[in-house]
């Protein structure tokens, strides 16, 4: 089921750039109740540890009965990323399918890309 725990490998010596991407990410808004779409993007320069892609799906899935807008989502993953394996940076991109004829794309960072 859902789960908030990321796991981890260790980066194989020559990968400098990861892009993780899922478009079935929902969650809900925290406004209406109802649920939000989006598009995930999840870019890195691992340092010494890769994000494994079966614990993201199941962390991206503990969303789903969340409320939270679109800009915080993309805050929140890039902080989790951040916190889990630790790489040189993090962007991080939500791309909110359109409700009421209004699409939000938001992208949060940490550390500095180089």
């Known amino acids: 089921g859902p789960s908030r725990k990321l796991e981890l490998f260790p980066k194989p010596a020559g ?12 969650s809900l808004c925290p406004v209406t109740g109802q ?10 320069a691992p340092d ?7 614990s993201l799906k199941l962390y991206l899935w ?3 009965e969340e409320g939270i807008f679109c800009e915080a989502l993309a805050d929140r993953i890039a902080q989790d990323v951040q916190a889990a394996c ?10 909110q399918k ?7 794309t938001a992208r949060a960072k940490t550390g500095k890309p180089a």
């Open 15 to 26: 990968v400098e750039h990861v892009t993780l991407e899922s478009d079935e990410v929902t």
């Open 35 to 44: 649920p939000d779409w989006s598009t995930v993007i999840i870019e890195y």
């Open 48 to 54: 010494e540890h890769c994000l494994e892609s079966k």
């Open 62 to 64: 503990s969303f789903r």
């Open 86 to 95: 630790k790489p040189h940076w993090c962007s991080v991109t939500v791309i």
């Open 98 to 104: 359109p409700r009421g004829g209004i699409t939000i």
